[in-house]
């Protein structure tokens, strides 16, 4: 018993959680019947700390009993006690027969991680409560002599019997470990898995997750799912190649959220069109783009002669260095963006703008081009007309109408000037 005690406490620190290495939730019989049942009993009865009080109770009983003459009842209790443990913390290999018998998923996937391996993670931590619940039983064993009596009687023999021929006739339909063909993705060559309404489609696709589950164990799991349509238990689009009534779903909804998206283009583009800047004096170049960017708009020329220095945002907006601008936006809006530029200074505009920053800049190559840093070179010309040297360059911001969701609006001016003062006209 005292070896029993010791065990316990030294696993107690490592059960739980076993089964996460090895099943997902929602796929995997054992996995559900862990995190249910016995994460209840483990953690919320006086079973939890691997159930050492339990069996520090179950010591004390017996010892009291043998002292007191009363052996029977402080076996009894360290039975049930030893019961008890081995069914909350040793529950290992059940649930593991459970995961490699029951759902053939759970086996493919314990194969995957390879089996001894996979079985040693699996039991390891349960290991050392399973050998103390046997221990706490072995000390309160029955007798020789009457343990033979007991398992000579009749009934035990038959029920013993009954128990082998029912496991058989349970575990054999499941039994077949046949490896079989896998399908990689390169058969699909460049077609979009989802696309493939057939069988080779939904291989494809389901190859994201299961990488070497066999064809014809995968292909039961996705017809499986697909008969529990809409109750599955995984994503839409893992069945939607061999489901038809998914697939309808998986239409119309992407049907919505194209023309959804279509829509919102079309608002933005027609908020840029009705609030484009016509210049107050003739400019040499003017250009529009709409754009998305996640981390602002950048000038940067040839590297080799351009500053290492980030460009410092003044007025949270504009800053430049040597052969390198930063312009700063929202990354949750779109982009209206037009660029002008002229042979003279033109007139101050502050007029329906939030922010007008005006600074210097040099070009080292006369490559001045404002480009999303992330999506590369887009369809705006190049801002230093005059080759390399000085320029200044104005910005103005408009911040997006977030309650209509529409876009936000820069307009760039570069026109020619040595100074490398900064002036905020509207900050």
């Known amino acids: ?12 620190p490592r059960t739980g959680g076993n089964l996460m290495l090895l099943s997902q939730p929602g796929f995997c019989s054992g996995f559900e019947l862990d995190s249910s049942v016995w994460a209840i009993l483990r953690w919320r009865t006086p079973l939890r700390y691997a159930g050492v009080f339990v069996l520090v109770l179950a010591l004390v009983a017996h010892w009291v009993s043998l002292r007191r003459d009363r052996e029977p009842i402080g076996r009894a209790v360290a039975r049930v006690s030893a019961v008890a443990i081995l069914l909350v913390h ?10 490699v018998g029951v759902d053939r998923y759970c ?5 995957e991680l390879n089996v001894l391996r996979g ?14 619940g046997l221990c706490a039983l072995a000390a309160v064993r029955v007798p020789r002599h009457r343990l033979r009596r007991l398992v000579g009687k009749p009934w035990i023999r038959r029920g013993a019997a009954g128990v082998a021929a029912g496991g058989l006739l349970c575990f054999l339909p499941v039994a077949d470990l046949a490896t079989g063909p896998v399908t990689g993705r390169e058969a699909c060559g460049s077609e979009e898995p989802l696309a493939l309404r057939n069988e080779l489609g939904f291989l494809c696709n389901a190859r994201r997750v299961f990488a070497s589950m066999p064809d014809h164990l995968l292909l039961a799991y996705g017809r499986r799912q697909c008969a529990a ?6 994503d839409i689009s893992f069945i939607v190649p061999i489901c038809p009534a998914a697939a309808r779903q998986w239409d119309t909804e992407l049907a919505a959220e194209e023309a959804e998206i279509e829509q919102r283009e079309k608002t933005n583009q027609a908020a840029c069109d009705r609030s484009r800047h016509r210049p107050l004096i003739r400019a040499v170049t003017v250009a529009h783009e709409r754009m998305w960017s996640e981390t602002g708009l950048e000038v ?14 003044q007025y949270g907006l504009v800053g430049s260095t040597r052969g390198r601008m930063a312009i700063g936006v929202s990354a949750e809006s779109q982009i209206c963006l037009s660029v002008e530029t002229y042979r003279r200074r033109p007139p101050v505009e502050v007029k329906a703008w939030d922010k007008v920053i005006e600074l210097g800049y040099e070009s080292p190559g006369g490559d001045m081009v404002i480009v999303d840093p992330m999506a590369g070179p887009g369809g705006l010309p190049n801002l230093a007309y005059s080759g390399k ?14 309650a209509a969701d529409l876009p936000q609006h820069i307009l ?3 026109f020619p000037g040595d100074s490398r003062r900064t002036i905020a006209h509207k900050a």
């Open 412 to 414: 760039v001016m570069v």
């Open 119 to 132: 079985v040693w993670v699996f039991l390891s931590a349960d290991a050392a409560l399973a050998l103390a």
């Open 389 to 402: 040297g000085h320029y200044r360059v104005r910005v103005h911001y408009r911040e997006p109408v977030w």
């Open 229 to 234: 349509y809409p109750h599955m238990r995984v």
């Open 300 to 313: 940067f020329e040839d590297h080799t002669e351009t500053s290492d220095d980030d460009p410092f945002l």
């Open 107 to 111: 086996r493919v996937s314990l194969h």
């Open 90 to 99: 040793g529950s290992g290999a059940l649930t593991l027969a459970l995961e």
């Open 1 to 12: 018993m005292i070896v029993a005690v010791a065990g316990m406490w030294a696993a107690a």
